[in-house]
C-alpha cells in the first residue's frame, strides 16, 4: 500500500488525507498542537465560548464538495443558518449600512447615502458574478504545471476581464463616488488580509459571493466543521498523531523519504504533503537551497489582534452577529500603517463577532461572547514591534467605540478575557512573520506565480493549504486539497491503479 504523511491537520491537512484514505492510499497525519484545525480554533471558558479563528461561512458549495469527496452529506454534519444581514458596516461619522441579500433593504440604504448608487451596485454585483465564474473555473479552481498554461493565449484576455490589473479600491471608486461606499465594497480584502489598495479588483467576487450565496453559520460554531472533519477522516483509515511536531522532511536525491520527528525517530513515506505554512516549511523543514530566503521577501499578508471577551450582563442589541467597523478620512493611510509600516494604524479599523446573536449558547444566559479582529502589521525581523503597548492601544480604541455606539459599560463587565497577536501565530501554527492568512495575493502571487503545490526538485512532496495555490480563506483552502490530491492522483497512481490504466493511443482506438 503507498504511505502518505500528511503534516499538519488544519483543515487543509484534513481534507487532503480524507481525499486520499478514500482513494486507497494509507495515511497518517502529524500534527505538532494537541488538536486538529490549526487556525480554525476554539476556546471556552466558563460558559463563555468562542471561535477563535474564522467566522465567515462562505461559498457553502465548496464545502459541500469536500463531503461528499469524502462520502458524507454537508448537511448531516453541520446545521447552517444564514445569515441576513450579512453584517452591519459602521463609519466613522455614526452613519451605517446593513449589507443584506434583499434588494429592497440594500436600494433604500444606498441611495440615501448617494443617489442612484443601488444602480452602480447593481453593476458592481454582475461585475462580481463574472469575477466569481470566471475565476473558479479558469484561475482557481484547476492546477497549472506550466507557465505557458498560465499565459496561455487564452488566458491573456481574461486578465482584463478579470481586472487582475486594476487595484479594488481604483475599482470601486469606479462604481461609488461615496467614500463610505467605496470602503463599504472594498474592506472584505482583509478577510484575506490583503489592501484594498493593492489586491486586484477581481476581488470583487468577495462581495459577490457574500450577497448572492449568502455568509452562514454552522449552529455550535466554525469548530463544528474540523470536528466533523476531522471524525470523518478517522473513519476512513487515516492515523492521527496529535502532540507531534515534525521536525524535518527527509531528502534523497530527488524524492523525499520521509520526515523525523522531534525525538529524532524517523518515519518512513512514499509521499509526503506539507499542510503546515508554506513559507514555513522551505524554512525549517528542508535543506536550505535559497528558496526559504526568497519566499521570505515575499509579500505576506497582514496579522491581527485578537480579543476573546466574555461579557457580564446584557447582550447589546446595537450589535449584530458580524459588525465591522471602518476608520475615518484616514482610511487608506490605515492600510499604509498595516502593509508598508507593519504596524497598528492611528485609527484602527475593527470587526466585532457575537454569536449569540444566532446561537445563544456561546454565552451563560446572563452574558454575552464577543470576539474582537484588530488587523496589525505581520511580524517585521528588522524593527522591534511592541506588541503589548499595541495591544493596549487597539483595546482602548474598540472599547471606546463599542461605548460610543451604545454598549453600556464593556470594560467593567469583561468577566472573561483573552489576547492572541502575531507572536501567538508565529509561535502556536509556525506562520511565518506571524502572519495570520499566510502569502498575500497580489498580481504577481497568484496561479502559476504562487508557490506550487509540488516540490519543484522532489517529485512525491506536495504542498497543501493557504500559502500555495490557489490561497487563503477556508474554501479556497478547501479547493487547494482538491487540486494537490488531483495532482497526486495523476502523477503517483497507487500501483493497483497503475495495472489498470489503458495507454492513451489504444485509449484513442477504443
Ligand atoms: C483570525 C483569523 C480569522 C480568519 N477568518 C476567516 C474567515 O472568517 N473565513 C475564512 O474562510 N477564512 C478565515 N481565515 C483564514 C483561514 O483560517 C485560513 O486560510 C485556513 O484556516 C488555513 O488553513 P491551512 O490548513 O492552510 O493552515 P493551518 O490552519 O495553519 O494548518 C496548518 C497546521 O500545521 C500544523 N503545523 C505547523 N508546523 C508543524 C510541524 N512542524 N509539525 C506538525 N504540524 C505542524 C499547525 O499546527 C496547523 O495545525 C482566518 C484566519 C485567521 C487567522
Known amino acids: 500500500m ?5 503534516i ?100 433604500g440604504q444606498l441611495d440615501a447615502i448617494e443617489t442612484g448608487s443601488f444602480e452602480s451596485f447593481l453593476r458592481f454585483m454582475a461585475e462580481g458574478y463574472r469575477h466569481y465564474n470566471l475565476s473558479l473555473e479558469r484561475f482557481v479552481g484547476r492546477n497549472f504545471t506550466s507557465i505557458y498554461q498560465y499565459f496561455s493565449p487564452a488566458n491573456i484576455p481574461l486578465l482584463f476581464k478579470l481586472k487582475a490589473l486594476i487595484k479594488h479600491a481604483d475599482n470601486t471608486a469606479r462604481y461609488f463616488k461615496d467614500p463610505r461606499l467605496q470602503a463599504a465594497f472594498s474592506f472584505q480584502n482583509m478577510y484575506l488580509g490583503l489592501s484594498p489598495y493593492d489586491a486586484p479588483a477581481t476581488f470583487s467576487l468577495l462581495q459577490y459571493t457574500e450577497l448572492a450565496d449568502g455568509v452562514w453559520f454552522p449552529m455550535g460554531g466554525m469548530y463544528k466543521v474540523i470536528e466533523s472533519l476531522a471524525s470523518i477522516v478517522e473513519g476512513l483509515g487515516v492515523r492521527f498523531h496529535y502532540d507531534t511536531p515534525v521536525k524535518q522532511i ?136 511592541n506588541w503589548a503597548s499595541l495591544e493596549a492601544r487597539a483595546r482602548n480604541t474598540v472599547i471606546e467605540r463599542l461605548t460610543k455606539l451604545g454598549v453600556k459599560d464593556l470594560e467593567n463587565r ?62 479556497i483552502v478547501l479547493l487547494s486539497a482538491q487540486l494537490t490530491v488531483e495532482r497526486i492522483l495523476a502523477e503517483q497512481a497507487l500501483p493497483s491503479q497503475r495495472s489498470f490504466q489503458i495507454p492513451s493511443q489504444l485509449m484513442e482506438r477504443v
Request: hydrophobic fraction near 35%.
Open 250 to 385: 527527509n531528502v534523497e536525491g530527488k524524492r523525499t523519504t520521509g520526515i523525523t520527528l522531534e525525538d529524532d525517530s524517523r518515519i518512513p513515506a512514499d509521499i509526503v504533503i506539507a499542510n503546515a505554512d508554506l513559507p514555513y516549511v522551505y524554512d525549517q523543514l528542508l535543506p536550505d537551497d535559497g528558496t526559504a530566503t526568497r519566499l521570505s521577501q515575499k509579500k505576506f499578508t497582514s496579522s491581527t489582534l485578537m480579543f476573546y471577551w466574555g461579557v457580564k450582563g446584557e447582550r447589546s442589541p446595537e450589535l449584530l452577529h458580524h459588525n465591522v467597523f471602518l476608520a475615518d478620512h484616514r482610511y487608506r493611510d490605515s492600510f499604509d500603517s498595516i502593509f508598508k509600516d507593519l504596524t497598528l494604524p492611528e485609527e484602527p479599523s475593527f470587526y466585532v463577532c457575537a454569536p449569540t446573536r444566532t446561537d445563544p449558547s456561546f454565552a451563560p444566559q446572563d452574558g454575552d461572547s464577543l470576539m474582537v479582529l484588530v488587523p496589525v502589521g505581520h511580524m517585521d525581523e528588522n524593527n522591534s514591534q
Open 8 to 107: 499538519g491537520a488544519g483543515i487543509g491537512g484534513l481534507a487532503t488525507a480524507g481525499r486520499l484514505a478514500r482513494q486507497g492510499y494509507q495515511v497518517s497525519l502529524f500534527e505538532k498542537n494537541a488538536h486538529p484545525g490549526g487556525r480554525v480554533s476554539f476556546l471556552e471558558k466558563d460558559g463563555y465560548r468562542f471561535d477563535a479563528g474564522p467566522t465567515l461561512f462562505l461559498m457553502p458549495e465548496v464545502f459541500a464538495e469536500t463531503y461528499t469527496a469524502l462520502g458524507e452529506r454537508m448537511q448531516d454534519h453541520l446545521d447552517l443558518v444564514r445569515l441576513d444581514p450579512t453584517y452591519r458596516v459602521h463609519f466613522h461619522d455614526d452613519s451605517e449600512i446593513d449589507l443584506s441579500s434583499s434588494m429592497e433593504k440594500m436600494r
Open 414 to 475: 469583561i468577566t472573561f478575557e483573552a489576547k492572541w497577536g502575531p507572536p501567538y501565530y508565529r509561535n502556536a501554527l509556525n506562520l511565518m512573520k506571524g502572519s495570520a492568512f499566510g502569502l498575500s495575493h497580489n498580481f504577481t502571487q497568484v496561479g502559476y506565480l504562487r508557490p506550487h503545490n509540488r516540490h519543484a526538485r522532489f517529485g512525491n512532496l506536495y504542498f497543501a493549504g493557504a500559502s500555495t495555490h490557489p490561497g487563503t480563506g477556508l474554501p
Open 2 to 6: 503507498t504511505s502518505v504523511i500528511v
